[in-house]
Nanobody, 123 residues
Framework: VQLQASGGGLVQPGGSLRLSCAAS????????MGWYRQAPGKQRELVAI???????NYTDSVKGRFTIFRDNARNTVYLQMNSLKPEDTAVYYC??????????????????WGLGTQVTVSS
């Protein structure tokens, strides 16, 4: 299973970006998909998470500005980021939890990270 993230870049304060992350492989199901971020000198933190049923959770600092949504048929999760602030600058990582995939001759569970995508908010 691989996760491919895209959509990062440089944006001015107040601007918007949309991140996307597609999971590929012999996937049977994915429970939760989420976005995390890590700023220089800081620990990686959860930004937003969404379950297969559509339940969402956000860290307080992004509530009302970011929206997470997913396309289950495409095993893809998105993060719409509006009203971006300089403090949103970080490397953003996607993660898929409790992925059931066909490996060898068995269905096996696993958790997977994508490679990060840089988001820089600066004037």
């Amino acid at each position: 299973v691989q996760l491919q993230a895209s959509g990062g870049g440089l944006v001015q304060p107040g601007g918007s970006l949309r991140l996307s992350c597609a999971a590929s492989g012999r996937i049977f199901s994915i429970n939760a998909m989420g976005w995390y971020r890590q700023a220089p000198g800081k620990q990686r933190e959860l930004v937003a998470i969404i379950t297969s049923g559509g339940n969402t959770n956000y860290t307080d600092s992004v509530k009302g500005r970011f929206t997470i949504f997913r396309d289950n048929a495409r095993n893809t999760v998105y993060l719409q980021m509006n009203s971006l602030k300089p403090e949103d600058t970080a490397v953003y990582y996607c993660r898929a939890d409790n992925v059931i995939s066909y490996q060898g001759s068995h269905y096996l569970p696993g958790n997977y990270w994508g490679l990060g995508t840089q988001v820089t908010v600066s004037s």
